[in-house]
């Protein structure tokens, strides 16, 4: 419940919830709804709940040690870093090498078989990963947003969906698990777009940004050259 029949990707937040714990039958639903093309973006406390007919797109485990790789913590800053496999991938496009994120909640455990890590925490855990199941594509992140108390079990102002970098991760998961993708990596004077379109039933469109002081142009169709 609902039915996944016109969905490209489901988000799963599971930072409040990890006491209920979804239903064999929904755990069969996500991991065939996946394996059929469909995307997942998943995030703590996935590895920690109990889920053994999803494991399949659950990408990392829990260690809950605060001293550890994993970083475990409540209400705490965390550090991400870009690692070699993330060079030019999508779900990185447009972000930092290194950004600090407001973890509601923080477990970078260790990484499923067949999951790869994008980025990890400074302690070392992974932090974003990425995986290709049958035809769809799966997305996870060690910070559980939404989860609300902190180490004295008292309730914590929410801050981890509320950061411009956490929202454009989300926004380029849903891009890469649905099977689309960002144009571009990285700033750059000139760009080049090949017209036509993206997919079925797709057009192409372009979403361009100018993160400078100085002025930008664009060449419109059927004008040529600047």
Known sequence: ????????????????????V??????????????????????QWDGYDPQPNMSS???????????????????CTVTFERLPAGEGHPVLAGLPASFSVPADAHDAGPAADGAIPLMQVSSGGPAVLVRELGSGRVVGFSFAANYPWNDLSEVHELR???????????????????????????????????????????????????????????????????
Do not use: K
Not at 1 to 20: E, K, M
């Open 160 to 226: 981890t969906l509320q950061d411009a970098n956490v929202q454009h991760l989300y926004l380029n998961a849903v891009r890469w698990a649905a099977g689309s993708g960002a144009g571009v990596a990285e700033p750059r004077a000139h760009w080049f777009f090949a017209e036509g379109a993206t997919g079925t039933f797709f057009h192409t469109r372009l979403s361009l940004a100018n993160p400078t002081a100085s002025p930008a142009h664009t060449i419109q169709p059927g004008s040529c050259c600047p």
């Open 57 to 75: 797109i659950v990408l990392q485990g829990t260690g809950f040690d605060p001293e550890g790789p994993e970083h475990n913590c409540t209400e």
């Open 22 to 43: 979804l239903p064999l039958e929904a755990q069969d639903a996500l991991t065939s709804f996946v394996q059929n093309g469909g995307g997942f973006v998943g995030a």
């Open 1 to 20: 419940n609902p039915s996944l029949n016109g969905f490209d990707v489901v988000i799963h937040l599971n930072g409040a919830t990890y006491d209920y």
